[in-house]
DNA sequence: TAGTTATTTAGCTAAATAACGAAATAATGA
DNA sequence: TCATTATTTCGTTATTTAGCTAAATAACTA
């Protein structure tokens, strides 16, 4: 992987809406409806949402699958969810686990 | 922390210049000079290099110290170079350490 | 004091991003 | 088939970012 590609994750990671989604997406995978009524941002709009989350897919970062009338989003990588505990909290990663949360 | 300075800090990351800078900065504090010469990246203006540097001190993931003619840099948040290894790698933290560069 | 080196600040332009509403698509249910 | 629900695509606008050059500042050296 790349540096390109490496900035490429962080950027996406790098606006509140994206970075609550992966969170999100931390303890599972759920679907846009869900996503657009996290209480933890302004209401964003169903279009933007969607943006976001391809924003966040071109990175790498998710996956998304259809079932039925839903599209659900699941983490590529898990990591990404314990980056934001390490940024977040202490500044060093040894020892830690999601018991930190 | 709250989810927007968390934001800010992967924003911050999400340049690959200032990655890169994060990166050679998590070998140790090392002077505007050296940064302005990483062969890692197309060569940035002087300037260029100053905002950027700006960018994530303003995230609050260097700080800089004068010493003599010269300004130093060095990291404040050590994990940030830790996750380039997450992100880079295979998608989990546990059992990861700095051999596996 | 004047010159040199290291770095930042200011001012600018071009390109990228974030947001919206309207319209399109796709799957289900009546 | 027609309407409904879930989500994306399109087109637009306002804001932010990245980069540059030129000028300013600060600390050393002759």
Known sequence: MTLRERAAVFKALGHPARLAMVERLGQGECCVCILMEMPKLP???????????????????IADEKRGKRI?????????ADISLCVGGRHGLTNMSTADL
């Open 43 to 61: 209401k964003l709009s169903g279009p933007t949402i969607s943006q976001h989350l391809l924003v966040l897919k071109n990175a790498g970062i």
């Open 72 to 80: 659900f989003y699941r983490l590529l990588m898990p990591c990404v």
